[in-house]
């Protein structure tokens, strides 16, 4: 397992760290648990003093259950970490949605100046 500083490979591993939180790195020929999120496989590791290694399930029980839930239960992360720009069909479906309002409000505004007499 090398750990490649190179800016051009895409971050394929998910390393938390529990003095330093988290991190997206790149490793070359990465192993473990994994997960396919958008096509691209997405492993978990732990940094211990500087050095990588899986992420496995604690033999015993020295933290607290919920902290090591929330170790393993790291879907939702990855999801947040490997997906920081909306897809297009989202960002088209967002636009659609305020041109509606855009456009519910400017049908109200010519309701209410006809009404009033005012405006348009």
Same mark, same amino acid.
């Given at each position: 397992m090398?750990?490649?500083?190179n800016n051009n490979l895409k971050p394929n591993t998910l390393v938390l760290?529990?003095?330093?939180?988290?991190s997206l790195q790149h490793i070359e020929n990465a192993a473990g648990r994994r997960w396919r999120f958008r096509g691209q496989t997405?492993?978990?590791?732990?940094s211990v003093n500087g050095v990588l290694s899986e992420y496995r399930v604690p033999a015993e029980m020295k933290e607290p259950p919920e902290r090591t839930y929330r170790y393993l239960d790291w879907t939702y992360l990855v999801k947040e970490l490997f @997906?920081?720009?909306?897809?297009?069909?989202?960002?088209?479906?967002i636009g659609l949605q305020v041109a509606i309002v855009l456009a519910l409000l400017f049908f109200i505004y010519l309701?209410? @100046?006809?009404?009033?007499g005012t405006g348009a």
């Open positions: 090398k750990n490649k500083n760290d529990r003095e330093n939180g988290f997405v492993f978990l590791y732990q @997906s920081r720009t909306n897809p297009w069909p989202e960002r088209i479906k309701i209410y @100046s006809s009404f009033t």
